[in-house]
């Protein structure tokens, strides 16, 4: 079956790339079955991919050289919304601890040193928002306010990061303020993320699809209805999916690159493959996602001149 996927990906991909970007293989990671692996992201250097089981129970680490998996918590909703800092030392994460009543709740932000294993809680309450690393700082959203560091010594050393969504509405540090953005003037926004030079964004508004913009909220160009938007390490492309779903399940889920300017788009993968949540590595031309069979997928591409 994955020599029959990757036959039809390549043929498909090479039809439709027309020189500009294509996919070159595809493997499949090696994986214990069952677990309903979700969510892969790649550590900075590109020699791990990060991922989660189903329900975002636990986090795990993926050394793609030696294909060793390890657990790195096995909390409950710590696979949602982690972060690595950029030196790749730290990763960051928000576990949910049960309460004795039923619907009680107590959330923890994490912070864990990957080459030590040692950790320490860095913010604790009923709801606590997302943490997110500001070059090595680790940060958080302060709703209503401005922003918190999670640590005395934490300053923020990056001329843009995204702290995520409030009140529907996205969340920048800019130059160590926190500026809300909301390039519609109405909008209701998710996956918000910045371009490798930090001085464009691509979100997904939830009326009129994706788009891409300054860091200000400046020359809005819509990209249409693509889901999970990310952005290649060039900066040339944007990976997202094309889902496709009966109101109640998935049926098919397709990646495809667009052009941030919105004029050329090419179509990746194709069916049997289910693309979900593609992650773009920060070194070199690979494409990490999930599909809805539980299973993770690395692809490689090429990009040419335009």
Not at 75 to 103: C, E, F, N
Not at 113 to 128: H, I, K, Q
Not at 253 to 277: C, E, I, M, N, Y
Request: proline fraction near 6%.
């Amino acid at each position: 079956m994955r020599g029959v996927c990757l036959a039809i990906l390549l043929a498909g991909s090479s039809i439709l790339a027309t020189g500009q970007i294509h996919v070159t293989g595809m493997q499949q990671l090696p994986l214990p079955a069952g677990e309903g692996w979700m969510c892969p992201g790649w550590a900075p250097d590109g020699r791990a991919i990060f991922l989660t089981a189903a329900q975002y129970r636990g986090l795990y680490r993926y050394d793609v050289a030696t294909g060793t998996l390890a657990q790195i918590t096995d909390a409950s909703g710590a696979g949602y919304g982690w972060a690595v800092s950029p030196d790749g030392s730290q990763i960051a994460y928000r576990k949910t601890l049960d309460g004795s009543i039923p619907g009680e709740r107590t959330q923890e932000i994490v912070r864990q040193n990957l080459v030590s294993g040692l950790s320490s809680v860095m913010a604790r309450g009923t709801s606590v928002d997302l943490p997110v690393f500001a070059g090595n700082a680790l940060v958080t959203n302060d709703a209503g306010r401005g922003y918190m560091p999670l640590a005395d010594n934490d300053v923020p050393a990056v001329h843009a990061s995204v702290l995520g969504i409030e009140n529907t509405k996205i969340v920048l540090l800019l130059d160590g303020v926190k500026k809300l953005l909301d390039p519609f003037g109405n909008g209701s926004y998710v996956w918000p993320a910045l371009s490798p030079d930090r001085t464009r964004l691509v979100a997904y508004d939830m009326a009129r699809g994706a788009f891409v913009c300054d860091v200000q909220g400046n020359g809005v160009v819509r990209l249409g209805r693509i889901d999970a938007p990310a952005w290649t390490r060039s900066g040339a492309w944007i990976i997202a999916m094309h889902e496709q779903n009966d109101g109640h399940a998935i049926t098919g889920s397709d990646l495809v690159a667009t052009s941030p300017d919105g004029r050329v788009s090419v179509q990746l993968t194709h069916a049997p493959v289910v693309a979900l949540a593609p992650a773009c590595s920060p070194v070199d031309n690979r494409i990490v996602c999930a599909t809805t069979d539980g299973t993770v997928l690395i692809l490689t591409y090429e990009e040419t001149g335009r």
